[in-house]
C-alpha cells in the first residue's frame, strides 16, 4: 500500500539554526499537509498546499516557516531560525482530493537544543 | 470553545468487550469527520471515515454520525489488547480541509 515517506525520522538542531524536514507524499495525491504534535498535546495544523502554492495557513505558521515543492515528488517544510518550542513530532500528510482522508507519514522528531 | 472535544479517558475495557469513544464538535457546517489510532510515540493512522447522518461499520468497528447534535462516536467491538492506543476525532470545519484534531482518548484493553 502506498504511503506517505518523511525524512530524517529524527532531527536534532541547535536553536537559532535552520531546518528542513523532507516529505515524499503519495504519488496520485494532489493535496499536502504540514501538522505538529508538542509532546503530549493534541495534533495542530500548520498548512496546506495545492496546486504549487498554501492554501492555508494556522497562526503557528509564522514568517520562519515556509513550504516548497521543489520537484514532482518532495514536499518540504523550512524552518528557518528554530526555537526551542519548535521541538515538537512534525507530520507531512496527503490526500487525493481536499476532503478525501487524509494519511500521516511516520513524522520527524524535532529537537531544539 | 474547543473546536473538538473527546471525552477525556482513559478508557479500560476488558477484552472482548465494545469500547464507544464520543466527540463533539463546534462548527456546524463541518463536512468531514475522521478517526484515527495514534500508538504511542507513532503517527495518527485512520481507522474510519464518515461524511453522512448515520452509521458505517468496517469491520469491528463502528463509527456513528449525528450532525444535528454535532456528534460523532466510534464503536470498537470485541476489543482486542492490540486496540490499546490513543483515537483521535478529526474534523474538518466548513468551507475547509485542514484536520482539526481533538486531544485523543486513551483506551486500554486489559487482557
Known amino acids: 500500500e502506498p504511503e506517505v515517506t518523511q525524512t530524517p525520522s529524527h532531527q536534532v538542531t541547535q536553536m537559532g539554526q535552520e531546518v528542513i524536514l523532507r516529505c515524499v507524499p503519495i504519488s496520485n495525491h494532489l493535496y499536502f499537509y504540514w501538522y505538529r504534535q508538542i509532546l503530549g498535546q493534541k495534533v495542530e495544523f500548520l498548512v496546506s498546499f495545492y496546486n504549487n502554492e498554501i492554501s492555508e495557513k494556522s497562526e503557528i505558521f509564522d514568517d520562519q516557516f515556509s513550504v516548497e515543492r521543489p520537484d514532482g515528488s518532495n514536499f518540504t517544510l523550512k524552518i528557518r531560525s528554530t526555537k526551542l518550542e519548535d521541538s515538537a513530532m512534525y507530520f507531512c500528510a496527503s490526500s487525493v482530493t481536499g476532503n478525501q482522508p487524509q494519511h500521516f507519514g511516520d513524522g520527524t522528531r524535532l529537537s531544539i537544543l | 470553545q474547543k473546536e473538538v472535544e473527546q471525552n477525556s479517558g482513559p478508557l479500560s475495557v476488558p477484552e472482548g468487550a465494545i469500547a464507544s469513544l464520543n466527540c463533539t464538535y463546534s462548527?456546524?457546517?463541518?463536512?468531514?469527520f475522521f478517526w484515527y489510532r495514534q500508538y504511542s510515540g507513532k503517527s495518527p493512522e485512520l481507522i474510519m471515515f464518515?461524511?453522512?447522518?448515520g452509521d458505517k461499520e468496517d469491520g469491528r468497528f463502528t463509527a456513528q454520525l449525528n450532525k444535528a447534535s454535532q456528534y460523532v462516536s466510534l464503536l470498537i467491538r470485541d476489543s482486542q489488547p492490540s486496540d490499546s492506543a490513543t483515537y483521535l476525532c478529526a474534523v474538518t470545519p466548513s468551507n475547509d480541509y485542514k484536520l482539526s484534531f481533538g486531544a485523543g482518548t486513551t483506551v486500554t484493553v486489559r487482557a
Open positions: 464518515i461524511y453522512s447522518n
Open positions: 462548527d456546524r457546517g463541518s463536512q468531514s
